[in-house]
C-alpha cells in the first residue's frame, strides 16, 4: 500500500468539473435564475441536505479508529447542531423562495446513488467522492449568498445556511482533505471516485438548466 497525494489526484480529475463554472451557478450570480427556479433547486437540494448527515455516519462507520474518523465525526458534529441543524437552516432558505416538498428527480435520485455507491466501495471511495464536492463548497455557499442578496432581495435569515456554510465550510474542507490523506490505500481508487461524485453533481446541475430550457 502507498500513502496517496489526495491534492494531485483530484485536481486534474476536477479541472472541468469546477461547479462555479456550471451555467446554472454562472446565471444565478448574473442573478438570472428565477424565485420558481430557485424553488425547484431547494425542492431537490434538500433531498442531500437530508442525506448527507446519513452519508457521514456510515462512513465514520466504515472508517478505522484515528484521526481520519475522528475529522469526519467533527464534520457530522457540525451538519447535526452548530448550534443550529444545517437542515434546519437549509429550510429557511427554501422556505423563502416558496419550494415545496418534491420527490427526488431523476438527477437527484442519481446523486443520491452516486454516494451510496461509493459507500458501498469502501471509506476511501466515499471520502473522495465527499472532498470533490466539499472542497468547492465554501466558494459556490459565498457565490449564492451574494446572488440572493443583491438580485433577490432575501435577508440573512432566508441566506443563512449559505453564508454559514460560506464560512464553515472551508474548515470542514480542510478537515476532508486530512482525513483523506490519513488513508494509506492504493491511490487509484481516488480519482475514479471523485470524478463520479463530480458528475453526479455536474448533471443534477445540467437537470436544472434543462427545465429552464423547458420551461
Known sequence: MTAIDPHA???????????????????????????????????????????????????????????????????LADEQGDPIPHL???????????????????????????????LAEGPLAALAGFVAYESQASDVARTKADGLRRHHGLDDAAVSFWQHHADVDARHAAWAWSALGELTEASGQVAPAARRAADAWWAFLDEREALAEAG
Not at 469546477?18 to 450570480?29: G, N
Open 9 to 75: 489526484d483530484l485536481a486534474t480529475v476536477l479541472a472541468d468539473r469546477r461547479l462555479l463554472d456550471h451555467p446554472f451557478y454562472r446565471r444565478w450570480e448574473r442573478g438570472e435564475v428565477t424565485i420558481s427556479e430557485l424553488a425547484t433547486y431547494a425542492g431537490q437540494y434538500r433531498h442531500f441536505e437530508a442525506y448527507l448527515p446519513i452519508f457521514l455516519g456510515s462512513l465514520i462507520a466504515g472508517l478505522p479508529e484515528g484521526p481520519a474518523r475522528e475529522l469526519v465525526a467533527a464534520n
Open 88 to 118: 434546519e437552516l437549509f429550510e429557511r432558505f427554501a422556505g423563502a423562495v416558496g419550494a415545496k416538498p418534491d420527490a427526488p428527480s431523476p438527477a437527484t435520485s442519481a446523486l443520491l446513488a452516486a454516494y451510496r455507491l461509493l
